[in-house]
């Protein structure tokens, strides 16, 4: 059954987290700043929420993260040089990542977890749906998770996850959710969620990547929501009450997503996403692949 709802404009980014993984490259440069080929991981991340419909964009952000602004924001003076050099390739890529969005800050002050940094979205939001979106996973373009999200959350109400398949032992590093089928074959309505459990404690192999479209009553919920794992409010637990109490802002469904996702999350996994992007890009990939094909030949 469909259901009038408002149409979603908004979307937060999370990007407060310290990035020790990748310390000392993030000692000064925030995670979110690190190059994918040659772009910033955060930049792929604002532009997926503009293909979706998304042009109202909130980072929330801590100490240090000064970089994301100013990469958003205008830089006459190297605008100035390109432009004298007549250099108008560089020029259309630098003055691209100002013009994406209307992009808004918020810090998130003491950072007490992903719940936590929703929450502070929620002065911005008001009342309307909302899409959450984490930098470490970054979605192909040619597969609009996002966009489907947004049309499953028209349809159904309430909140909607992304969710992937993965293997048992994988599990660990995910939230997790216990499913049931709906009668589209992407969809699922999710009865229950549990942060990171273990493999034997797991009610599924779906788990949540870093995609959400939520309903504004998660900010009443997450006031509400105990720090949980880590010593941290889990934005798992507060979806956890929705999805199992008869409550307003339910109920939860996912979408289950088979297409490409480049997990920037750790150096390995960062590295292959770099790998895997350089190699399908036009202009790098045909000299990249015969270079990496040798280069496997020769030292592996």
Same mark, same amino acid.
Request: charged content about 25%; some cysteine.
């Given at each position: ?6 149409? %979603?404009s908004k979307a937060v980014i999370p990007a407060a987290g310290l990035g020790t993984r990748f ?11 690190? !190059?994918?080929?040659?772009?910033? #991981? %955060? ?23 000064? =970089?994301?602004?100013d990469h958003f924001d205008r830089n006459y003076e190297l605008e100035s040089a390109l432009e ?28 007490? +977890? ?8 929620? =002065?911005?939001? +008001? ?7 984490? +930098? ?60 990171? !459990?273990?493999? #034997? ?5 779906? #788990? ?69 992007? #350089? ?22």
């Amino acid at each position: 059954m469909s259901h009038a709802h408002p149409r %979603i404009s908004k979307a937060v980014i999370p990007a407060a987290g310290l990035g020790t993984r990748f310390l000392p490259a993030t000692k000064a440069t925030p995670k979110e700043m690190l !190059p994918v080929v040659d772009k910033p #991981a %955060i930049q792929y991340v604002v532009e997926e929420a503009v293909a979706a419909g998304l042009d109202d964009v909130l980072m929330v952000t801590g100490r240090n993260k000064r =970089p994301l602004e100013d990469h958003f924001d205008r830089n006459y003076e190297l605008e100035s040089a390109l432009e004298k050099k007549g250099d108008t390739e560089r020029l259309s890529k630098v003055q691209e990542s100002s013009d994406l969005a209307m992009i808004h800050y918020v810090r998130q002050g003491d950072p007490k +977890g992903l719940g936590h940094a929703v929450l502070c979205a929620a =002065p911005h939001v +008001g009342e309307e749906p909302f899409a959450v979106l984490l +930098g470490d996973d970054l979605i192909d373009p040619r597969d609009p998770l996002l966009r489907r999200m947004i049309e499953v959350q028209a349809q159904y109400g309430g909140s909607v996850v992304a969710l992937m398949e993965v293997a048992p032992e994988q599990i660990h590093l995910y939230g997790c959710a216990a499913v049931e089928a709906t009668g589209d074959s992407d969809v699922v309505q999710v009865t229950g969620l549990v942060e990171k !459990p273990e493999p #034997a404690d797991a009610p599924s192999n779906y #788990a949540i990547i870093g995609r959400y479209v939520l309903d504004p009553h998660i900010f009443e919920i997450l006031r509400k929501t105990e720090p949980g794992r880590g010593g941290e409010i889990q934005l798992t637990d507060a979806l956890q009450r929705l999805a199992q109490e008869e409550t307003a802002g339910g109920p939860v469904h996912g979408v289950v997503f088979k297409g490409r996702r480049y997990d920037t999350g750790d150096r390995g996994d960062y590295l292959r996403a770099i790998v895997r992007l #350089a190699c399908e890009r036009e202009d790098l990939g045909p000299d990249f692949r015969t270079w990496l094909q040798r280069y496997v030949a020769e030292e592996m």
